[in-house]
């Protein structure tokens, strides 16, 4: 699970730096993040400690925060950070005593989600819930309505893709739980993303030689 996470955003990243106009590494790309939204989950329901789950995924966005502007976007906010808020609603969720107290809570953070220029926007956070929320064929067919609506309101059709892990832990269990027994060591797990980042601004910066100026007034939407 681990190791086809962090191989296809490489290859995701590899293909938005060096090859934008090759949509078939996107494409591969979006098996990624259905990933992430899973593992979020299972460390928000098998942590030890919140508390310390969320300081780190909040110490690994700060340091993936430049290295993410200089690689991929100079003007967003990379996908730790929608991570960590989609954890901090999660909960919040768990701690209220009825779940209707739960969704003006998930709208304020949908809106503050749209309104900064945070990776995948409120679509992280909704896919989160999904992942926390449903199971079987309601997780899939709840993961298919979101990958819909975003594919017309966003014209985001190769997100379509990313349903491709979700069906296989949904339904294929079995399968599922062979390739999660097969586990990096964590510091590999948790320092990927902002190191992979960091050699792919750089390597951007040799091949392409120019550097790219991180956009501050973007990132708080001045």
């Known amino acids: 699970m681990q190791i086809l996470a962090m191989l296809t955003m490489l290859i995701d990243h590899i293909g938005n730096i060096f090859f934008p106009e090759d949509i078939a590494w996107r494409y591969v790309g979006r098996i990624a993040f259905p990933i992430y939204c899973y593992g979020l989950v299972q460390g928000h329901i098998h ?7 969320l300081f780190r995924l909040l110490l690994i966005a700060i340091i993936a925060q430049i290295p993410y502007n200089l690689a991929i976007n100079p003007g967003g906010w ?20 009825t779940p209707w107290l739960g969704i003006p809570v998930v709208i304020a953070a949908i809106a503050l989600m749209d309104y900064f220029p945070i990776d995948y926007n409120a679509y992280g956070l909704l896919l989160v819930l999904i992942f926390r929320y449903t199971k079987s064929f309601w997780l899939v067919g709840a993961h298919l309505a979101l990958n819909l609506f975003y594919m017309f309101y966003n014209y985001w059709s190769v997100q379509m893709l990313s349903i491709l892990p979700t069906l ?3 339904l294929t269990p079995g399968l599922w739980g062979y390739l999660e027994r097969h586990r990096v060591p ?6 990927f993303y902002p190191a992979h980042l960091l050699i792919l601004a750089i390597l951007r910066g040799v091949i392409y030689n120019e550097w790219v100026s991180i956009e501050w007034r973007t990132l708080l939407n001045l």
Request: no cysteine; net charge positive; aromatic share 14%.
């Open 186 to 191: 964590r510091w590999v797990w948790w320092s």
């Open 78 to 97: 990379n996908v730790v950070f929608t991570l960590l808020l989609s954890a901090i609603v999660l909960v919040i969720l768990d701690k209220l005593p």
């Open 47 to 53: 942590t030890s400690s919140r508390p310390k789950y």
């Open 168 to 170: 296989l832990i949904a």
